[in-house]
């Protein structure tokens, strides 16, 4: 039987898309959303399903909307049914890389399963800022019958998104450079452990949380997010040494120069405040700062779903509310200055700023990011909640080995 996703079940899928947008972003009009979407045509005359189920109730116009499709014949086949959408063949990879529009809703129905492709597309997404200050992300993958280096991947993955304790997320937040302490820390601690595979799938949705949370340093990972090798290289000191080593190295200067370094800035702005740089309220006001000044995406809320569609393939489907802390910064930015010196950028207060000010303007974003720490670092992600099937098995045959 042809491939079809004229199916009940994605039916309700987009539904839930569509009630979660209208929840979510009811504050913004309709007539300004901006939309990047697969829409799919699988089949002539079922083009563009979820833009007509999703978008045009939500009174969404389709000229707001971008349709990404990576299939020569089936972009041909969005173009022909000339739907009022722009129709881009390509990939959200390529598209991701290239353009540079802002979108309030971005959603990756994949075919395939969870992996590196996603997460490099959401870095792009994050490090390129294609979102607007608050926005919806939706994901849709196939989550079984990964090839062997998919599964270890998100296995490896999984090893930076398992829980962490209060204690060692204060400890990781006092140092220079908590991105790289994380890391490390991680990769000292679980490098003998193993995550099943069915945790490892459940916590790609922490793993896209945090890609977004780099916000524009997302894409310039540090090396040992990226060779997984290193998860695996026998004897943490000398692991740690080889980190090291690439980190100095040029290859990967780009990190270095964009991962933060807030020691000198700690030790500038905790007695502005009255506070002791090792303070753990001065290495909270330099986690809102950074966050602020990477433009961090924060998931505060998320949906997920499961269902099984009518060619057999079990579907997880996350929906991420994302909001930066753009609105609030601007309130107290004319305050802080950047200043080239040799080492590098450093930050100052300007002198005329009123502490008060400066630091309720911190508060304010201090407030919203433990919105998203509560969803990320105490790991309370909502249970998935199962849709149903419209999978009917015909007679001697089990579930399909095909993609979605
Ligand atoms: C699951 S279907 C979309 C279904 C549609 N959203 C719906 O609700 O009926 C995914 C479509 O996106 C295309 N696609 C898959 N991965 C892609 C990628 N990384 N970039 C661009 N298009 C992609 C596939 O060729 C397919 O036509």
Redesign the pocket.
Same mark, same amino acid.
């Given at each position: 039987m042809a491939h079809t *996703?004229d199916d009940p079940v994605?039916a309700l899928s987009?539904e839930k898309l569509r009630d979660w947008i209208r929840q979510r972003l009811a504050m913004k009009r309709p007539r300004d959303l901006r939309v990047l979407?697969?829409?799919?045509? +699988?089949q002539e005359g079922q083009e563009a399903? +979820?833009v007509k189920e999703v978008y045009d109730p939500l009174g969404i116009p389709r000229k707001n909307i971008v349709g990404?499709?990576?299939?020569r014949q089936?972009a041909e086949r969005l173009r022909t049914a000339n739907l009022g959408i722009e129709v881009v063949n390509?990939?959200?990879?390529d598209y991701f890389s290239q353009c540079g529009r802002k979108f309030d809703i971005i959603s990756l129905? *994949?075919?395939g399963q969870r992996g590196r +492709?996603t997460i490099d597309?959401i870095a792009l997404i994050a490090s390129r800022q294609r979102f607007t200050s608050w926005s919806i992300l939706c994901t849709?993958h196939y989550a079984k019958q990964e090839p062997k280096t998919r599964q270890q991947f998100l296995e490896s993955l999984a090893l930076l998104n398992t829980p962490l304790d209060a204690r060692t997320i204060a400890e990781i937040s006092s140092t220079d450079n908590p991105r790289f302490a994380y890391i490390m820390h991680r990769m000292e601690t679980l490098k003998d452990s193993h995550v099943p595979l069915a945790e490892a799938r459940d916590l790609f949705t922490h793993e896209v949380i945090r890609v977004l949370s780099y916000g524009e340093e997302a894409s310039d990972k540090v090396a040992g997010e990226r060779n997984d090798f290193l998860f695996w290289y026998p004897g943490a000191q000398e692991q740690r040494k080889t980190l090291r080593e690439i980190c100095k190295s040029d290859v990967i200067a780009v990190d270095l120069e964009h991962a933060w370094h807030l020691d000198h800035f700690r030790r500038y702005v905790a007695p502005y405040f009255g506070r002791s740089p090792e303070e753990p309220q001065s290495h909270l006001l330099m986690d809102v700062l950074r966050m602020a000044f990477i433009h961090s995406y924060m998931a505060q809320s998320i949906a997920r779903y499961g269902y099984q569609s009518n060619s057999g393939a079990k579907m997880e489907m996350d929906i991420f509310e994302v909001k930066t802390l753009d609105r609030l910064f601007d309130r107290i930015r004319h305050m802080l200055h950047c200043v080239e010196t040799p080492e590098g950028k450093i930050h100052t207060i300007d002198t005329k700023t009123d502490p008060r000010k400066l630091q309720n303007g911190i508060n304010a974003m201090a407030d919203e990011i433990r919105k998203w720490s509560h969803v990320y670092w105490l790991g309370t992600l909502p249970k998935r909640e199962y849709l149903g099937s419209s999978y009917h098995p015909q007679r001697g045959h089990s579930e399909s080995t095909h993609d979605?």
């Open positions: *996703y994605k987009r979407c697969f829409p799919g045509a +699988e399903l +979820e990404l499709e990576q299939d089936k390509a990939s959200d990879i129905d *994949y075919t +492709e597309a849709n979605a």
